[in-house]
Structure formats: C-alpha cells, structure tokens
C-alpha cells in the first residue's frame, strides 16, 4: 500500500513539475501579448481539456512532457529562400503550419515571432527558471524543515573488540581479551557524547577528528546518560585508517576509541541552501554532459552482463520505482520518507532546469539561442545603420530539433526498457 502511495506521490509530483514548467512558458507570453491556443500537460490521446477563452487547457495521456502552443513561432520564409529539397519542403510545410495558426489579421501582431529578441528570451527562459524556483523550494523545505540524516552524538553501538583483533562479525576474536576503548570504559548505547579531554564537541565529525587528533593514550570521556553528565576514564589506541589528505587516500595510525553513532535528522540553516542547490546542479550537469556515455553504458548493462550503474541515468519508471521504495521501506520514519520523496521530486526539476538549458532545439535554450543571435544581429544591423534583418528563421532549424527529438524519444525507450528489466534498487 505505502509503496503505491510513494509511485502515485511521484507521478503527481512530475505532473505539476510540468505543469509549473509550462506555465513558466504561458504567462510571460501572454503578458507579451502572445496568442496561446493550447496549454497541455502530457503528449498523445487527450485524456481531459476544457477552453478557457481562446486556450485549450488539458491533460494527455503520456506524461512525459507538456508543451504550451504559441501561434506563429515560425516567421514566413525571406524572400528567395525557398527550394525544392526535402528539407525545404519540410520547412515550408512548418512555416505554412506556423502561418494557418493566424486565422485573422488581429491575430498577426500576436505571433511570437514578432516578440523582440528580450521578449522572446524571457518566455522560453520561463519554463526551466520556474522548474529551479521548484527545486529550490523543494531543497529548503528538505534541509531546513527536515534536515538531513547524519551522525549524530547519541551512541547507537559499542564496538566489542579493537578492529585489528575483531572477527568478521565485529566479535572478539578466539582467545582475544582486548576489548575496545569504548567497551572497557563502561560507555553504553543511547549515551550522549558530551566532551572528550576536556573539549566540548558540537557533532560527530568534531568528536571524530578529536579522537583521531587524540591518538593513543589515557584521557576522560563525558556522557550524559539519564539526564546527568558522567565522566568516563578512557584508554584510546592508535590503528591504521585510510583517510582522504589534499584529494588522496593515505593511510594513517589514528586514535580510536569504538562507538558508532546513531543517524539523526539535523535541521539546516537556510543559507546553506543556495550552497547545496549549487553543488547539487554542478554534479547534476556532469551527468548531463555525459549522457552519451551513460546511456552506451545503460545498453551494455541490459543487452550484455555489464551491471548496471547505480548512479546512471534512469527513466520515470525507474524513478517511480525508487519512490515506491522509499514510501514502503520498513522502520523508516514517516518524516525522512517525506524528505526523500520531496528530495528526488526537487532533484528532478533541477534536473529539467539543466537539461532544457541544453541550447538544441527543440529544447527551451535552442530557442534561446536563437532569440540570442537574432538580438545580436538587429544590433549589428542598427550599429552599421542597416535595416532590421527581421526574425531569425527558426524553421531552418528544423532537421536538427527533428534529430533530437528522436534521440529523446530513443533514449526514453532504452531507459524505460532498462528499468523494467533491469530496474535500479535503493537497497
């Protein structure tokens, strides 16, 4: 039940990031004048609209998508730009499209083409600005509402034996009477962490870089167990650990001492939002630049034996089954299963953000761009006392948005076969 809860949270969650995306799109353009004759949610079938003054609003039944239909985003062909190929009557067919959306001549100034270069950056800007707006607040809700899961200064568990004398099983091993420093000392589950040598730590990482900096010797421990503090004669020793030292892994001998701590929710303060957005898009754009290689590698893993990456790219399904892991993983608080599925939908719409930002059409920044050099012409053109050289001629574009269109499509299949039969698992 729970893990149907958590699919229907996120399919709801991708639909309204879409519809905010769009919406992005449909109000800058109508404040700009813009004739809107469709607003949609979804592609193929129409599963539900109604007509709200001159625009169609609905949902389809493929929610992978949506698309707000501006009239007149092509302009007519400059004069002795025609031709006889297939690809020009491709575009003459297009822009004849574009042209029949102008049913009368009221409707003529409110195509978007004629939009001012700004104008025309502004609307299509919207969508992916509208999908960051969403992850942002989504992330603030997250870490600050929240928080995050971390080591706290509770202790979850005593560690038996030092490591070096521990069976597999963190036991001590046959014939070993060595326990830990922790478990000599008498520190218990559920203690809190208080100081160590005197120094007050504030969270795990600082108690753990004091008791690594403290290496090995005799020094005192203060917990609060029952609501008093306790001072706890302790014998640190000194083992062997890998540590990360100006971006290498080195190993070093370390004070140890065997607690482990139990994970806690820590609320985060709100500047450390943009921070975390920031990181977050970073690495998130990484994975966008390297998509070619990953989905090779999502080929490999389903038609081959190479595994498949954890984290690879994953299609709606797969993203839908992680979310229905998340509603039904077992002794989970409710509270951190609201945060991971608030998390992943705010990790998806900066997802979107970054991906229409890819300046191809026919995604949101290949019209960007085109807006972009249409500008810097006019100015030019203005600059050198030419005349206006009129709208760039997005139409001539049309076999490369057609090419990535079917990429899209190709890599949609691929990923949803990939996760429907060999689906990525949260644990």
Known sequence: MLTAVGIVVFVVG??????????????????????????MIGFGPTVWSRRKGETEIGVKAIPLGGYVRMIGMYPPAAPGRGGSGRLSKLMAEARAASAAEVETAEDE???????SAPRKIVVMLGGPTTNLVVAFILFAIVLVGFGIPQASLKVDSISKCVPSTADAYGDCASGNTTPSPANAA????????VSLAGKHVSDWTSFSNAIHAQGAGETTLVVTRGGSNISLP?????????????????????????ISPAIAATRQSITTVPGYVWDLSVRSLKVVVSI????????KSVFGNAPRDPNGPISIVGAGRISGQIAGTQGMPTSWKIADLLGLIASLNLFLFLFNLIPLLPLDGGHVVGAAFEGVRRQ???????????????????????????????MSVLLIYADLVKPISIG
Do not use: C, N, W
């Not at 100034?109 to 939009?115: D, G, K, N």
């Not at 008498?186 to 962490?193: F, I, R």
């Open 14 to 39: 991708i639909m309204l990031s879409i519809a905010l995306h769009e919406l992005g799109h449909l109000l800058p353009a109508k404040r700009f004048g813009v004739k809107i004759t469709q607003y």
């Open 109 to 115: 100034p409110r195509t978007f083409y004629r939009l």
């Open 186 to 193: 008498g520190v218990k589950a559920g203690d809190l962490v």
């Open 234 to 258: 302790i014998t640190l020793v000194a083992i062997p650990r890998q540590v990360v030292q100006g971006g290498h892994t080195v190993t070093r001998t370390v004070g140890f001492i065997g």
């Open 292 to 299: 070619p290689v990953r989905m090779v590698d999502v080929a």
């Open 380 to 410: 030019f053109a203005r600059m050198r006392q030419r005349p206006d050289p009129g709208p760039v001629d997005v139409a001539r574009m049309l076999p490369v948005a057609y090419t990535v269109s079917i990429l899209l499509v190709s």
